[in-house]
């Protein structure tokens, strides 16, 4: 990839497994743009926490060729971050209870779901998952407009974004407001993706995620934006303040 004048990203820096150097990424204002776009970014966590870099782009604008990309590069598990007020408007449960989920980050999954619109057939398609996303982040969408389960997997953001919970999650839904857009979004786990071995059905070298240095060689390669999670709280931080206990982006919560 040719950085663009705002970009930062140089190819002469290094890193350890534990550090990451933020002179290696795109500055937040810049991937908030692209994202505005309808672009995708490539958005890093901590290495000490799930050590992945997901593909995160806006539910309003998703195309049915950017949902075949993303299934390209991805494990292919398609989740929507929704603000909590959207999930409670479509009427969005969660999975399980609270109190019951023992997933180590405490990922927030709701029933899954496809679009009910006429045009959708099994809900696996791209077109059709596409259009599931889009429905997700339509603001006259109705509950009844959504079949359950479905192909399609809400996560409930927490109320307090980035500076709440740093998980892609929430990132994904911090950019949709940032940008002015419907606080829905579209998140993926980036995968290594192998090579093919004559003759037999498997790949190799394909049984892992995609850390640090494999999302910068593939952001350059497509022309994306990449950031952290750090990088994104920081500047959540520095433009509008530290969160307050018991307000949620200056109200009351």
């Known amino acids: 990839m040719s950085p663009s004048q705002d970009s930062t990203i140089t190819s002469s820096q290094t890193h350890t497994d534990n ?7 795109d500055p937040i204002e810049s991937c908030i743009s692209a994202f505005k776009r309808g672009e995708f970014l490539v958005v890093l966590d901590s290495p000490d926490r799930e050590n992945e870099g997901d593909l995160i782009i806006s539910a309003s604008t998703i195309t049915p060729q950017q949902m075949s990309f993303m299934v390209r590069h991805t494990s292919g598990i398609i989740c929507t971050p929704l603000s909590p007020s959207i999930c409670e408007s479509l009427e969005l ?17 709701t029933i ?13 398609s791209a077109y059709d998952r596409a259009l599931t996303c889009n429905e997700l982040a339509r603001k006259s969408t109705h509950p009844g407009d959504f079949r359950r389960p479905g192909h ?29 857009m419907r606080e829905a979004g579209v998140i993926s786990e980036l995968v290594e993706v192998g090579s ?15 850390r ?9 390669k497509f022309g994306l934006k990449i950031c952290t999670i750090e990088d994104l709280k920081e500047f959540v931080e520095r433009t509008e303040g530290k969160l307050e206990m018991g307000k949620v982006n200056g109200h009351v919560h």
């Open 152 to 180: 399609i997997f809400p996560l409930r953001a927490r109320p307090g974004g980035v500076r709440e919970r740093m998980g892609h999650t929430e990132a994904a839904v911090e950019f949709c407001r940032l940008a002015d």
């Open 93 to 109: 449960p969660q999975m399980i209870p609270a109190g019951a989920n023992s997933d180590p980050n405490r990922t927030a999954y």
């Open 112 to 124: 899954s779901v496809d679009s009910n619109h006429e045009t959708v057939t099994t809900g696996i």
């Open 212 to 220: 640090t240095d494999g999302c910068l060689e593939f952001a350059r």
């Open 19 to 25: 550090t990451i150097s933020s002179t290696l990424f």
């Open 196 to 210: 093919e071995v004559q003759g037999q059905a498997v790949l190799n070298g394909a049984d892992s995620m995609l």
